[in-house]
């Protein structure tokens, strides 16, 4: 009986705890050109509620469904075309539910080049592999002399040949690979060994010179930490099955011979030879090699979900608002780099001064940068944490402590300059500064990203502002698609000012690119700021179906029309003016008004078109009209006379910034040019499984020093109570230094060519080919 493949629909809606119809809707709504956020946010009726987390996933599973429904359509064209395909083998083809089931079951019928088992066949051997299989009464020798030819010429070559048939057939059994795939999926160990000769040049993996653990449970980085050292050629990598089986069969070979009902026949000892060979020869590499990616995906999998949160943190941290901000650009040698923005980022002035070795202007650089405040009614100092951050702020720290008493400070704030330089160097910042110096485009990146850090961190590709670990390790289309989803998300859910967003931010709205943002600036830069949405239908080629995606995320304070300040989307504008002519207020009036709008039936309000869930969503913003999802501006202090590792002391406490959260733990900046780690055991006196549910990037926490290691520059830090460190449930050590090493990016190196000596083991050239990077 032909059974249909199971509907994508059925299939999504299983993984994001749906219903088949809500995706059916979902997925008319993304094939008709919807964005995600215009559908988490403005369709909610039509898929009855799915969120963007919901959506995102549908998303990528589509796309994932319809090639592998593509890849079967090839399939059975090609074994349809050969004339073997059966109504069963359509049945498991059409039952499938991933690309390496599916890739499984047609390993039999794939066109391939001449195996040795294809010539057996055709030295007449394929009757003599039958009746060794059929009958295991016979004795192999005995049977093999009747098939010995002037190409066979001997009992030792006939075996041989029927050994490869078997072989083959043993190779190609769906089923089989599939239970040999579960069995070293719960059992398999990887392993990692340092190349002989290598312990110096790659001591910064040296926590994985001679380290096994279980492929099922070995976690993410350190995975990818391994299989960066095999790829550095720093290490071997191998994959064990049954290691410490002491039996003659192993278990592996028990389920190959269970397959081909292998009793105690004297063929069947002969059969036992073949299926060890077998493993030996021809499936132990193949598969090991599918374990192998599949823990890299695992891995990278991990590594991205990882790098997308700390991205959203970061994004979404809390702007410093509409402040007048000097950015300084720490620099020893090359002078500090000073930039003045007004309160709308506008750039006002720049300078360079040289505070330190070798001109040591101190006093000349306070008094520029003291000029410039006052001047400029500078509010805000904007600090980059890179080489000579510390030395900048105490500089600017002493040039504070000199104003006159009473007298308005600005408030110094070290922030994060990861990807500044690569916005410098950038064509958005040759096109916003064409007449401006590359250094100095830096400091007016830092100056902007404390006003307000996703405006700004929009211009930079996501992957240099580096919140992730081993980014340069993963895919990186897949690593690609993920931050550029995460970095859309931040955008529609604060909203943009249409009349003062730039381009890059602009393109990041829900139905705009780069060529539409580009032109809305043009129009803007021509004719003056926007002062209604509908405006908006006059920008080239900004047609009617652009408008319905982007029309809601944009915002135009001080409009004509006042709900175009808020998330409400044109579209509905109607229902918000029934709901105010019920309260029989103006709009004005009546926007923030909490209570008055607390007191209205939320379903008086429904229609054919907007159900109760726009309503309500409507009433909220007319609650709070514009309202901010980020947290509220608030800095952290660094210790006065703690400038370098080695002012650490164990047991000091101290305020930091969270730079960055891993699987293992959280990244805390203490200022001293050097990040330490709170391993997930030390964030909080409870049990913590997921730092996340903790931390964030851009927290503001405090911390307890308890470990330093100066040579290595690593500092160990706690977020536990005393109490709770009394009773200290820390891991051992060698655990947390396996967690933190290594840790930045490293170009990945090309692997080795074959029998290069690397030393990698039974998988060797096999795997270093099969993995290595695009």
Known sequence: MKRPPLPIAAIIAGEINARPQQVTAAVELLDGGATVPFIARYRKEVTEGLDDTQLRILAERLTYLRELDARRAAILDSIRGQGRLTDELEDKIAAVTTKAELEDLYLPYKPKRRTKAEIARERGLGPLAEALLADRSLIPADKAAAFLTAEVPDVKAALEGA??????GIGE??????RLRAHMRDVAMIRARVVEGKKEAGAKFSDYFDHAERWATIAGHRALAMLRGWNEE???????????DTATVKPVERIIAASLSIGRGPADAWLMEVVG?????????????????????????????????????LLLAAPAGSRPTMGLDPGIRTGVKVAVVDGTGKLTETTTVYPFPPRNDIRGAQEVLASLIRKHKVELIAIGNGTGSRETEKLVADMLAAFPAGSAKPTKVIVSEAGASVYSASETAAAEFPNLDVSLRGAVSIARRLQDPLAELVKIEPKSIGVGQYQHDVDQGRLGRSLDAVVEDAVNAVGVDLNTASAPLLSRVSGLGKTTAEAIVVY??????????????????????????????????????????????????????KIVAACGRDLRALMGDSAALKQLDPKRFVDDRFGLPTVKDILAELEKPGRDPRPSFKTATFAEGVEDIKDLKVGMMLEGTVTNVAAFGAFVDIGVHQDGLVHVSQLADRFVKDPHAVVKAGDVVKVRVTEIDVPRKRIGLSMRSSAAAGADTAPPRDNREKDRRPSGPTKASPPPAKGGGTGQGALGAALMEALKRK
Do not use: M
Request: proline content about 4%; glycine content about 6%.
């Open 163 to 168: 050994r490869d048939i078997i072989a083959e």
């Open 173 to 178: 059994n769906a089923e089989l690979l599939g």
């Open 524 to 577: 803007r830069d021509t004719n003056g700021a926007f002062s209604s949405r509908k405006d908006l239908l006059k920008v080239p080629r900004l047609g009617p179906r652009t408008f319905e995606q982007c029309a809601g995320f944009l915002r135009i304070p001080n409009g004509k029309e006042p709900l175009d300040a808020s998330s409400v989307h044109p579209e509905a504008y109607g229902v918000a003016k």
């Open 234 to 244: 720093v290490l071997s990598v191998d994959i064990t099955v049954d290691e410490g």
């Open 277 to 313: 060979w077998t493993w030996r020869v021809k499936l132990s590499t193949s598969l090991s090699l599918d374990l192998i990616r599949e823990l890299r995906e695992r891995a990278e999998e991990e590594a991205i979900r990882v790098f997308a949160r700390n991205l959203r943190d």
